[in-house]
């Protein structure tokens, strides 16, 4: 709605849900050959984002060091939004997230999170709807708009993931 309301995206715009992520990106996995890579300038994957766990207006990009991704989102968010390092790499969140099928064609995909699977109710019966911070996840969805303005616009292109270094 945010984004039809401008009326002034350059880039078209797709949004996704994906299904069966926990099963092997099965939705994902289906959906991404569908897709000319060339004419995907971004996949921006949005995931457990309603536990602040890395503070408040803060996520992390995985897989930042693939493209320049987060470079531009720095430079769009100003220093109003924090901007953390991912968890280790040994968690392998970047691969094992929705945005990996789009990364392995080359495209710059990659997951926007603010906690992990340390959280103590990741996949747990505690894991409901009254422990997501609902402020702090809005104030996320908003810098998630800012940080890819340019990308909407036109005026930035992240480069190209060489499927070759990926894990």
């Not at 009326?7 to 994906?18: H, I, S, Y």
């Amino acid at each position: 709605n945010y984004f039809a309301r401008r009326a002034d995206n350059e880039r078209t715009l797709l949004f996704c849900a994906f299904a069966g992520e926990e099963l092997g990106l099965l939705g994902s996995e289906a959906f991404a050959p569908l897709l000319k890579p060339e004419n995907v300038m971004a996949v921006i994957n949005m995931e457990m984002i309603g536990i602040p766990s890395v503070g408040k207006n803060a996520f992390f990009i995985t897989g930042a060091s693939y493209s320049n991704l987060q470079d531009i989102f720095r430079k769009n968010l100003a220093k109003k939004y924090k901007i953390r390092r991912e968890p280790a790499y040994d968690k392998q969140l970047f691969s094992r997230s929705d945005n990996y099928p789009f990364a392995r064609r080359g495209i710059p995909a990659h997951t926007l999170m603010a906690s992990d699977d340390d959280d103590a109710c990741y996949h747990q019966p505690c894991d409901d709807a009254k422990r997501i911070h609902i402020e702090n996840m809005t104030n996320l969805v908003r810098a998630i708009a800012l940080g890819s303005a340019t990308i909407i616009s036109g005026g930035d292109t992240p480069v190209r993931i060489r499927p070759e270094r990926l894990p």
